[in-house]
């Protein structure tokens, strides 16, 4: 027995042995692409789960179109042909996950090509960490709302050209592709195409077989790559400084980010100094997981710093307001109350439709009145924010105005298929049949729109079946009869005419009753008040007791001749509430812990 069981011990221990020296060889083997599909996946996680809005607010700028005309004005332009590919992969973050996974393939090819390149160089393997530096740029660059997919796509390019480049086994093969590639480069990928020849430069000089042809055809290409703008700004109506630099890499033609030449620049400079750095002769293994760990805790320090979570927190409530996901938009709220009035708008959306807004609204921070309705500012989220309340309240002619400006506000003039959709259903709202069409016909050579317009084409040619469409029917029933001019001055009166033309429009008066509480107008409000009883409200909502219990209080003796009876747990929570104000020390923590969802509180913090 006692063989027996040394016997099987043995057996278990080779056993075991022989398993962790097959893990080891096949980490050893297989480490670099391991480390690789890991960095992915951090990509993808980042992408669909953290800064997500920021992915889906690059879809909502652009409408890719697939007919000729939109192919051939991309590539009339110089770095056109990486623009269109941009777009076109920039459309699939509709879905957001498939656009993580769009993002997370980029970052892995271009890292991949880095390390291609660096080790046909010459570069070691221990130093394999480093090829991810140019990715990590990238990667921080990318969380600039304003940086476009064309970047990214735009040095792929380049990096391909480079791969080209070193397959190419003669040496006077390989200079005649490098001369003739360098034109090409600039008409696909823009002035991406001073990389390569950074990198050629690097290659040919620091070679062993360096030569005076060598430099011969460095220079050639520096003069090609310099002469390819300047001809090409005969043809092109743009500023020399924006061909030398780069027209569709960043959306804002005035500024011109530091990330952008950085991130370029490094993919010609990273692989040359992997070729440079010493080889890892002693403990080769353990430097290189040091310098991995260094590579990567410094990367994602770096990419942290280049969030905008203020943008993150606008983009992501606009995007689920679009959507009319409005349980999703409370429960995040009550996971984290918004900070940003755009978002606070969109939450305050969410709790009209369902019928919360004024009985829950001041559960979370309110800035005023701006974060009811906002108001006008030149840019592009704003109106487009405010085109989504005015199409629920019923002002559709407001609804097109702000979509219209949304789109002309955008920094480099593309369309946007989103707010195409807006426009085309205002406009047949309006009985505007041939606007709409237009739109419409547009929205079908889309992918993720292209269904929506077909099915919305029925209702431009038979307009009497919009009165059968259930969310158009109730929107043409509380649109507005008379024309009137617009001012957000006279909001509270152009929500009451709201309610007035359909009294089912019960969101118009939260909206009213919310704007009154906002802009404490106690007055108005018990004007106002009335009007629940048309609306059909069981019971007047928890903050208009308390806005109106508090100016009860500041005028009366007693609550007696209140329109609504006050029971006596709210009249004993606002003589609490009024007792700590007057009397306690620290009466700021005390009413914040404990009337920090209350109207009343929302009133001391707004007077102090």
Known sequence: IKRLYIHKYSYFCVEKQES??????????????????????????????????????????????????????????????????????????????????????????IQRLVWKIAKCSGASSPFYPLSFLPALLLWGAMCNE???????????????????????????????????????????????HFVFVLWLAFALC???????????????????????????????????????????????????PLLIPLSALSLAIVPWAMKMLPAMNKQASVKSVG??????????????????????????????????????????????????????????LALGKTGQLTSRMFHFYQYGIQTLLPVYSPGFITPIVASEMSYHLGMINEAYRYAFEGIQGTLNYRKSARLYKRLAETSLLNGNYEVAERYLLALQKTIYYRKWATRTLEYVRK???????PEWKRLLQYRFKNDFLFSEQQMPAILLELFYTNSSNVLALEYLYAHLLLNHDFNTLLQY????????????????????????????????????????????????????????????????????????????????
């Open 529 to 608: 008040i009335s009007l629940m009883n048309e609306a059909g409200y069981k019971q007047v909502p928890r903050s208009i007791q308390e806005a109106l219990t508090h100016y009860w209080r500041e005028h009366y003796d007693d609550y007696s001749g209140m329109p609504f009876r006050v029971s006596q747990e709210l009249a004993r929570e606002m003589e609490e509430f009024a007792k700590i104000f007057n009397f306690a020390a620290n009466k700021q923590e005390l009413l914040e812990a404990r009337f920090g969802k209350t109207y009343w509180y929302y009133l001391y913090r707004i007077s102090n």
């Open 206 to 256: 620091t070679s062993a077989s360096n030569s005076k042809k060598g430099w011969l055809v460095a220079a050639l290409s520096l003069l090609i790559a310099l002469a390819t703008p300047y001809i090409a700004g005969h043809y092109l109506h743009y500023p020399m400084q924006r061909l030398f630099l780069g027209l569709n890499y960043f959306r804002s033609p005035e500024v011109y």
């Open 146 to 192: 304003y940086m476009l997919l064309s970047l990214p796509i735009a040095l792929l390019l380049v990096l391909l050209a480079i791969r080209t480049y070193q397959a190419i086994e003669q040496q006077r093969w390989k200079s005649i592709f490098s001369l003739l590639i360098i034109p090409i480069l600039y008409w696909l990928a823009g002035a991406a």
């Open 291 to 348: 310098l991995g760990m260094l590579v990567f805790v410094g990367g994602g320090y770096f990419v942290s710093l280049q969030m905008d979570t203020k943008r993150e927190e606008v983009f992501q409530y606009h995007q689920l307001t679009c959507r009319n996901d409005w349980a999703k938009i409370i429960a995040m709220a009550e996971e984290q109350s918004p900070t940003e009035p755009l978002a606070v708008s969109c939450l305050n």
């Open 20 to 109: 962790l020296t097959f893990m080891k060889n096949f980490i050893l083997k297989h480490g670099k692409e391991i480390l690789t599909l890991l960095f992915g996946i951090g990509v993808w996680l980042f992408w669909s789960n953290l800064y997500w809005g920021h992915l889906l607010y690059q879809e909502l700028l652009q409408m890719f179109l697939f007919d000729a005309d939109y192919w051939h004005e991309r590539m009339a332009v110089a770095g056109g042909f990486a623009d269109y590919v941009a777009e076109f992969l920039t459309q699939f973050s509709y879905i957001r996950y498939l656009g993580a996974i769009i993002m997370a393939v980029l970052f892995m090819l």
């Open 463 to 469: 307009p009497e079946l919009i009165a059968q469409h």
